[in-house]
């Protein structure tokens, strides 16, 4: 069911700070040239992928499962939304697919392990896909660093774009950090449409995508992140105090390595 509503200001400054503290099916896009398999671990319910170099190209059309809508969440304290302060969805070019530059007028490219989010809006009580949503995603930097707030004179890793047909949207981007206290994450928000979006309107869902944990680890051996690994150390996805609730319709399936860029998809129902 399509859920319509925001996130109210003391909702948004909880779930994303930063205090110190201590598998359900996902889409594959329709054009994927890999397949994936599966590595579990007990400790905190993470899968993560590996990558094989069969040939899984198959036809436009996509069949999706019905199940339970992705949970709601909280934006954090960071989601220049409107709904806190700044408003990037209001400025000239946020309409975009690749996400690692700023825009409207500011300059500067993130640095980071390149990162693919596929993301596949269907209907929650059909499993049918919803082309013509418009999603809003955001994360931090490799130095765990968010945009327009933290970084005041940078604005990217922030983009919207329209689902196709399929409900598919990509972004490309880099692989976030890990601070204090918040397992590898990025947030989501869903809108009806695009104009929805633009003109200040409310979002139908918000939630946030799960990072695995075996990927994570392998990322954070790069210099460019930083404390991240050590964070990282400290955590699971069920100590942290957004995922702790159950993150099975939030982790995303992860294909790639450090060295070639790592592609994330999640089947997104709402």
């Known amino acids: 069911m399509r859920l319509v509503g925001g996130v109210g200001v003391a909702a948004l400054l909880g779930a994303c700070s930063r205090a110190t503290?201590?598998?359900?099916?996902?889409?594959?896009?329709?054009?994927?040239?890999?397949?994936?398999?599966?590595i579990s671990s007990e400790t905190t319910g993470d899968t993560s992928t590996t990558t094989s170099s069969v040939d899984?190209?198959?036809?436009?059309?996509?069949?999706?499962?019905?199940?339970?809508?992705?949970?709601?969440?909280?934006?954090?304290?960071?989601?220049?939304?409107?709904?806190?302060?700044?408003?990037?969805?209001?400025?000239t070019g946020v309409e975009r697919q690749d996400i690692t530059t700023s825009f409207a007028g500011l300059a500067g490219t993130a640095d980071g392990i390149p990162l693919q989010f596929q993301l596949t809006v269907v209907d929650a009580s059909s499993?049918?896909?919803?082309?013509?949503?418009?999603?809003?995603?955001?994360?931090?930097?490799?130095?765990?660093?968010?945009?327009?707030?933290?970084?005041?004179?940078?604005?990217?890793?922030?983009?919207l774009q329209v689902a196709d047909s399929n409900g598919l949207v990509t972004?490309?981007?880099?692989?976030?950090?890990?601070?204090?206290?918040?397992?590898?994450?990025?947030?989501?928000?869903?809108?009806?449409?695009?104009?929805?979006?633009?003109?200040?309107?409310?979002?139908?869902?918000?939630?946030?995508l799960a990072l695995p944990e075996t990927v994570s680890v392998d990322a954070y051996q790069d210099p460019r992140y930083g404390d991240s690994a050590g964070n990282?150390?400290?955590?699971?996805?069920?100590?942290?105090?957004?995922?702790?609730?159950?993150?099975?319709?939030?982790?995303?399936?992860?294909?790639g390595s450090a060295a070639t860029g790592y592609t994330a998809s999640l089947l997104v129902r709402i």
């Open 56 to 91: 899984t190209s198959a036809s436009t059309e996509s069949v999706f499962s019905a199940g339970d809508e992705i949970p709601d969440e909280s934006g954090g304290p960071f989601p220049a939304d409107g709904t806190n302060g700044p408003n990037v969805l209001t400025e």
């Open 171 to 208: 972004f490309t981007s880099v692989y976030p950090g890990c601070y204090p206290g918040r397992w590898p994450h990025a947030h989501l928000e869903i809108y009806d449409e695009i104009t929805s979006a633009t003109s200040g309107g409310a979002a139908a869902k918000t939630s946030q």
């Open 21 to 38: 503290t201590s598998s359900a099916p996902t889409a594959e896009p329709a054009t994927s040239t890999e397949t994936t398999s599966a």
């Open 232 to 255: 990282l150390g400290r955590l699971s996805l069920a100590s942290d105090n957004v995922f702790s609730d159950g993150w099975e319709d939030q982790l995303a399936t992860v294909a």
């Open 127 to 159: 499993g049918a896909a919803l082309p013509g949503a418009a999603v809003y995603i955001w994360h931090c930097t490799a130095d765990a660093l968010y945009s327009v707030y933290e970084e005041a004179d940078q604005n990217y890793l922030r983009g």
